[in-house]
């Protein structure tokens, strides 16, 4: 870090080594599109590599990195819609690595993951950056709050709000389907 800090390109390499797969990961959940996250992540450390002469080294290099890709998923969703459709092979970032035997509930798996993406790409810019940063980056509130600057009183209150919309969601797509569609499905949102 000191190294980095002090212009040493070879060690901000590390650093981007390091968090790549996070920070891509968030901007494709919050995309949907791989293009746009490769872009988005490319643009993410460009900016880290600009200001890191900024950067307080007392708090986590994580989190300052994913404040930033919040930021910029952000301002990308205010200047252009979010994507029609995904490509089905986009959605490998969901995959549990679990080897399915069966090609049917391998596809009510997908259809439903699917779904599940389409519903967090709904949900007001707020809630889904909570969720993406919750549900998939695994971070806690605590770090959530430390990151983005939010007290934990409004991020308890932005992901219990952003659960319901997304069981709304769900539960209409699933009524629209009919009664095998939610067979094998895994629509459910951990507490």
């Given amino acids: ?3 980095a800090k002090a212009g040493d390109g070879e060690s901000f390499g590390e650093l981007v080594r390091l968090h790549q797969t996070l920070v891509f990961g968030y901007c494709l ?3 949907g599109d791989r293009e746009t996250a ?11 590599f600009r200001r890191f002469p900024d950067y307080d080294p007392t708090h986590p290099f994580r989190n ?9 998923c952000i301002d990308h969703h205010r200047r252009r819609p979010p ?5 089905p092979g986009d959605l490998t970032w969901m995959a549990d690595g679990s080897p399915e035997t069966d ?13 599940i993406r389409r519903a967090v790409q709904r949900l007001p810019e707020n809630y889904r950056s909570l ?5 998939f980056n695994q971070l806690t509130y ?31 797509a699933a009524a629209q389907a009919g009664p095998d569609a939610t067979r094998g499905g895994d629509w459910h949102l951990r507490q």
């Fill in 1 to 3: 870090m000191d190294r």
């Fill in 29 to 31: 959940r919050h995309t």
């Fill in 38 to 48: 490769l872009d988005l992540t490319n643009e993410v450390f460009l900016r880290a």
């Fill in 64 to 72: 300052w990195l994913i404040k930033i890709a919040v930021n910029l």
């Fill in 83 to 87: 994507p029609a459709a995904v490509d």
């Fill in 103 to 115: 090609p049917e509930a391998s596809l009510v798996r997908l259809e439903s993951r699917e779904e």
């Fill in 131 to 135: 969720v993406i940063l919750h549900y």
């Fill in 142 to 172: 605590q770090e959530i709050s430390e990151t983005l600057g939010l007290p934990m009183g409004t991020i308890s209150t932005w992901l219990h709000r952003a659960k319901i919309n997304l069981r709304r969601q769900l539960s209409r």
